[in-house]
């Protein structure tokens, strides 16, 4: 029933900037995460940024923060993810996840999120 679909991947220069969009469906209950995870080639996916429905609990991966800013949009149903002066170790397939019943967001790992988007290919050159 719940369905997340990513965009707003693409190829980026180092120091460029992109928006990923995450729109979501289907979903009834009143608490939950959205996390942003990526996983680059040879690589576990890592969590990226996550964030409660309510807006009030966001937590960011340190080598991101400063640089990323995740948000939820209740109106669109839709998160969001800035990312800013990209590094091509950003380079990676970003996916967009969802935790039932969550009301805080804290950095936990992918095999807690019930519910996943497809990916978008995030590529930052040098």
């Known amino acids: 029933e719940v369905q997340l679909v990513e965009s707003g991947g693409g190829l980026v220069q180092a120091g460029g900037s992109l928006t990923l969009s995450c729109a979501a469906s289907?979903?009834?209950?009143?608490?939950?995460?959205i996390g942003w995870f990526r996983q680059a080639p040879g690589k576990e996916r890592e969590g990226v940024s996550c964030?409660?429905?309510?807006?009030?609990?966001?937590n960011y991966a340190p080598g991101v923060k400063g640089r990323f800013t995740i948000s939820y949009d209740n109106a669109k149903n839709t998160a969001y993810l800035q990312m800013n002066r990209l590094k091509p170790e950003d380079t990676a397939i970003y996916y967009c996840?969802?935790?039932?019943?969550?009301?805080?967001?804290?950095?936990?790992?992918?095999?807690?999120?019930?519910?996943w988007g497809q990916g978008t290919q995030v590529t930052v050159s040098s």
């Open positions: 996840a969802v935790l039932a019943g969550a009301t805080i967001a804290t950095m936990v790992p992918s095999y807690e999120y019930d519910y």
């Open positions: 289907g979903i009834t209950f009143d608490h939950f995460a």
């Open positions: 964030i409660t429905n309510t807006e009030d609990s966001i």
